[in-house]
């Protein structure tokens, strides 16, 4: 099936919530949060990467495991997938609202794009070209667990949503601004006609998040079970128990 392309048309803003910002002196201000497709603009994917840079890569289990932060070679890596996820141009992001209503700093982002066959060719070729073993190390984690329950088998979909990596900015986390990027998927899938969607959950905040979306369960791996040829754990010293696949049909 070929590569997802994104039909013209306005960005689509999925959901306003009402949430807070933390002020300097501890106390909390309302603001007004946009869950809503990423402008295609270099900037604002830009800020993105940022976002990612800053607050996954110092945050996310495996990331953290895996030094990733200090590894030149992992961070293109990401940058690499990043990008290409975002080229099909429904990405989410959680913008912070001006009082105006205009989209100010950008607070949260999960890069979803739809998976067909064309996407699993061009994520092999993307794979043969990774530079850092330990980024190799988790796509393999990745890859395993994808495999080891098949959306598209199970919802009969020829295509499904996918996300490379899910975020909020570590000021404005506890407000359940992960879920809502999550359950966005529901609006995306019908506006875009896909189905179904797919993704690997590795910390039990994420896990918490997917299952208040309506994720469930596809197939869960302890990290201590994820060992090399000599039996040597690929993530030591984790700060989290297991990564999840998780699922859910989209109508
Ligand atoms: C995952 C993430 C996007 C969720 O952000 P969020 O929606 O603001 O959610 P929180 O971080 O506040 O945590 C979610 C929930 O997990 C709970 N939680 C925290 N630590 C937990 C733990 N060890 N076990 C179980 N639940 C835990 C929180 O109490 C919160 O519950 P609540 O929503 O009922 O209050 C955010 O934590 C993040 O960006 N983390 C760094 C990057 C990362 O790990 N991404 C996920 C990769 S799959």
């Not at 910002?21 to 309302?30: A, C, I, N, Q």
């Not at 070729?125 to 395993?144: C, P, R, T, V």
């Not at 667990?145 to 909020?168: A, F, P, Q, R």
């Amino acid at each position: 099936m070929v590569r997802f392309q994104r039909p013209p048309g306005p960005l689509n803003i999925w959901k306003v919530v009402d949430g807070f910002e933390v002020l300097e002196d501890g106390t909390k201000k309302p603001v007004k949060f946009s869950i809503q497709e990423i402008p295609y603009t270099f900037e604002r994917k830009q800020e993105v990467i940022d976002l990612m840079c800053n607050h996954y890569l110092d945050d996310e289990a495996i990331a953290k495991c895996l030094k990733f932060k200090e590894d030149a070679d992992a961070i293109n890596d990401f940058k690499t997938m990043w990008n290409y996820a975002m080229n099909y141009n429904i990405a989410v992001g959680c913008y912070k609202l001006d009082t105006d209503g205009k989209i100010g700093e950008l607070v949260g982002a999960n890069i979803v794009y739809i998976v067909t066959d064309e996407t699993e060719k061009d994520l092999a070729k993307f794979k043969a070209g990774f530079k850092s073993k330990n980024f190799l190390k988790m796509w393999e984690l990745m890859e395993l667990l994808l495999k080891k329950c098949d959306v598209k088998k199970i919802y009969n979909v020829d295509k499904y949503m996918g996300s490379i990596c899910l975020c909020v900015n570590s000021a404005y986390r506890g407000q359940k601004l992960g879920y809502y990027m999550l359950d966005a998927r529901k609006e995306i899938g019908k506006k875009y006609g896909c189905l179904a969607t797919s993704t690997v959950f590795s910390v039990p905040t994420s896990q918490k998040q997917a299952a208040r979306a309506g994720f469930e369960e596809g197939f869960t791996i302890e990290y201590k079970d994820v060992v090399d040829d000599k039996g040597n754990p690929i993530f030591p010293n984790i700060e989290s128990t297991c990564a999840k696949q998780m699922i859910r049909r989209l109508d």
